[in-house]
């Protein structure tokens, strides 16, 4: 006999942003429905090289389950990710893969360093091992920890989830945007 259907009966919907509600509509900002879109439907593009990979690993698994957050679905090319996860030692011979990797993904883009390794070359202080991926590419999020748990590397995402639910649609036009841009020599 088969097993009986299960319905998951704990079903939150996403906050409603601020607005005006009434009788079968809601109104708000053009922004604020932008955010809340790119915020539940990240692509991420892992970009692991050691130990912290594998932490990342375990949180795209069942138990910790990223499809939770709307980020579920990996991709392995950056034209159609815009959530870079760099997890693990990054040598300084991969920085210029790295780059080539961030620079081929579309705006709007998103950077987390999961773990010491790739937010400050961690234990490896030695002359091949970058000593931080923010040499090479600007990093929205660091993740502490050798290696952070998968609770910490949620976090990290989660903490993602807001500056992209919160950024104005100006953010990318601003001349502040493309100070950081220059000092990265990308155009
Ligand atoms: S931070 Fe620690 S666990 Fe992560 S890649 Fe570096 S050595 Fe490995």
């Known amino acids: 006999m088969g097993r009986p259907v299960q319905y998951n009966t704990k079903i939150k919907m996403v906050e409603i942003p601020e607005g005006y509600s009434g009788a079968g509509f809601h109104a708000t900002s053009f922004d604020k429905v932008v955010g809340l879109a790119r915020k539940n439907s990240l692509w991420p593009l892992p970009f ?31 034209r159609q990710c815009d959530m870079l996860l760099v997890a693990g030692t990054i040598a300084k011979k991969m920085g210029p893969i790295l780059r080539q990797v961030y620079l081929q993904m579309a705006e709007p883009r998103w950077v987390i360093a999961i773990g010491a ?19 090479v590419i600007p990093v929205d999020v660091y993740v502490p920890g050798c290696p952070p748990r998968p609770e910490g590397i949620l ?33």
């Open 117 to 135: 390794c790739a937010s400050s070359g961690g234990i490896f202080d030695s002359y091949p091992v970058l000593q931080g991926i923010d040499q």
């Open 48 to 78: 692991a090289t050691s130990c912290c990979g594998i932490e990342f690993m375990a949180t795209m698994g069942s138990n910790y389950d990223l499809g939770r957050f709307g980020a579920e679905r990996m991709g392995f090319t950056p």
């Open 155 to 187: 976090d990290g995402i989660l903490k993602l989830q807001d500056l992209v639910q919160n950024e104005s649609l100006r953010r990318r036009n601003s001349d502040q945007y493309k100070a950081l841009m220059d000092s990265y020599a990308i155009q």
